[in-house]
T-cell receptor, first 111, second 116 residues
Framework: RKEVEQDPGPFNVPEGATVAFNCTYS??????FFWYRQDCRKEPKLLMS???SGNEDGRFTAQLNRASQYISLLIRDSKLSDSATYLC????????????FGKGTTLSVSS | NAGVTQTPKFQVLKTGQSMTLQCAQD?????MSWYRQDPGMGLRLIHY???????DQGEVPNGYNVSRSTTEDFPLRLLSAAPSQTSVYFC???????????????FGQGTRLTVV
């Protein structure tokens, strides 16, 4: 079983839609949690860190449930530019060193 | 500010050849790591380092060697290339976390390697 599981999608939504991605992780000792974004054939870039209290950055909201080992990302008012692959990531050792990635969820936003 | 620089960007190797993928960062980050990305597999951790002289294995270390003689550089060596090592390789660097603040990892643009 992979340590980080995501629904691969693809999610095809119209502009303005709200879309939610879910992720589960198996290592209860995981220390840090992230959502990264990857555009086609590009390097991953940090979208947002995820904290137990939940956090929001504009149209993006991330939630972490440590008891259920579950991470979510909500995107409101989707834009064409949100089309990308969203990677759920956990860190299992010294913060920032050993990132374990889910396979990614592909989002396609259409006009 | 260059960030994380990987060279080469593209490489074709014959089975059995050896080569080194270069990774350099100019952000004075302590942590560096190597990942490979294959279709349908996501990124998988190969090796990582928490500082000069310190390295450790990740999820898929077999067939690869690393060393960290300086803070800036973290080369990845393929000892005897195999077709199964055809992949896109990403190098990343980051600072240690501070309290509850989780650090961002910065990635290079990747090296696309084909082994024939």
């Amino acid at each position: 079983r992979k340590e980080v599981e995501q629904d691969p999608g693809p999610f095809n939504v119209p502009e303005g839609a709200t879309v939610a991605f879910n992720c589960t992780y198996s290592n209860s000792a995981s220390q840090s949690f992230f959502w990264y974004r990857q555009d086609c054939r590009k390097e991953p870039k940090l979208l947002m860190s995820v904290y137990s209290s939940g956090n929001e950055d504009g149209r993006f909201t991330a939630q972490l449930n440590r008891a259920s080992q579950y991470i979510s990302l909500l995107i409101r008012d989707s834009k064409l530019s949100d089309s990308a692959t969203y990677l759920c990531v956990v860190n299992i050792r010294e913060a920032g060193t050993a990132l374990i990635f889910g396979k990614g969820t592909t989002l396609s936003v259409s006009s | 500010n260059a960030g994380v620089t990987q060279t080469p960007k593209f490489q074709v190797l014959k089975t059995g050849q050896s080569m080194t993928l270069q990774c350099a960062q100019d952000m004075n980050h302590e942590y560096m790591s190597w990942y490979r990305q294959d279709p349908g597999m996501g990124l998988r951790l190969i090796h990582y380092s928490v500082g000069a002289g310190i390295t450790d294995q990740g999820e898929v270390p077999n067939g690869y060697n690393v060393s960290r003689s300086t803070t800036e550089d973290f080369p990845l060596r393929l000892l005897s290339a195999a077709p199964s090592q055809t992949s896109v390789y990403f190098c990343a660097s980051s600072r240690p976390g501070q309290g509850a603040r989780a650090p961002e990892a910065f990635f290079g643009q990747g090296t696309r390697l084909t082994v024939v």
